[in-house]
């Protein structure tokens, strides 16, 4: 069963403009993860936030953790053509086992 | 860099057959996974091992079995493929026990006829 639910679906935005997706999860986490996936490849990690996190930064990316209302964020500021992919959030429910949500795709118009 | 390779890219299967999806990572990671991911529905986990031999049924193993005779390598089988099955599948593998992150191959298009 899917973990984590990501809102919005879809977004296009416009290069240099910050883009913002949401993540929804259902039970507890030992970490939330999220992913990028560029059309037709594998996913790449991103970014770790673990329980006890509030908030994370790594380069354009920010990162925000909410275990009492079980929500992620992930933004990326100043986007560039170059982050046009899909962005995946996915809990990590026990030692080993990531649960997915379905992704939001972002498109960054030139 | 950490290397999750998949032999197949691109797979076109007529109904029935026998589908092996081969994985071969070179990082000594314990662990490895077989995902399924769909339009709509993210990435479905189907099988998962954490040591050689041995194995654990992810949230949707049905039609599916998997080998693990080698640390590095992770083979999914499709015993009798059907039309279903047609998805991308993605390998992946991690450190054991750490919590962190999870390296993954390109993945597998299969199409099945």
């Known amino acids: 069963s899917q973990q984590g639910e990501e809102d919005p679906q879809a977004l296009s935005i416009q290069e240099g403009e910050n883009a913002t997706m949401n993540c929804s999860y259902k039970t507890s986490i030992n970490n939330l993860q999220w992913y990028r996936q560029n059309s037709g490849r594998g996913l790449v990690h991103l970014i770790l936030?673990?329980?006890?996190?509030r908030e994370k930064h790594s380069g354009r990316l920010r990162v925000t953790l909410d275990t009492s209302k079980k929500s992620s964020s992930l933004l990326i500021t100043a986007s560039r053509a170059a982050d046009t992919a899909s962005y995946f959030c996915?809990?990590?429910?026990?030692?080993?086992?990531?649960?997915f949500g379905a992704g939001t795709t972002v498109t960054v118009r030139a | 860099d950490v290397k999750v390779t998949q032999s197949s890219r691109y797979l076109v299967k007529r109904t029935g057959e026998k589908v092996f999806l081969e994985c071969v990572q070179d990082m000594d990671h314990e662990n490895m996974f077989w995902y399924r991911q769909d339009p709509g529905l993210g990435l479905r986990l189907i099988y998962f091992s954490y040591d050689v031999k041995m194995k654990e049924k992810g949230d949707i193993p049905e039609g599916y079995s998997v080998s693990r005779e080698k640390k590095e390598r992770f083979s999914l089988i499709l015993e009798s493929a059907s039309t279903n099955q047609t998805s991308m599948y993605l390998c992946?593998?991690?450190?054991?026990?750490?919590?962190?992150?999870?390296?993954f191959g390109e993945g597998s298009w299969l199409t099945v006829v």
């Open positions: 996915a809990g990590l429910v026990n030692d080993y086992k990531l649960s």
């Open positions: 992946a593998s991690s450190i054991q026990n750490s919590g962190n992150t999870i390296y």
């Open positions: 936030i673990r329980s006890n996190e």
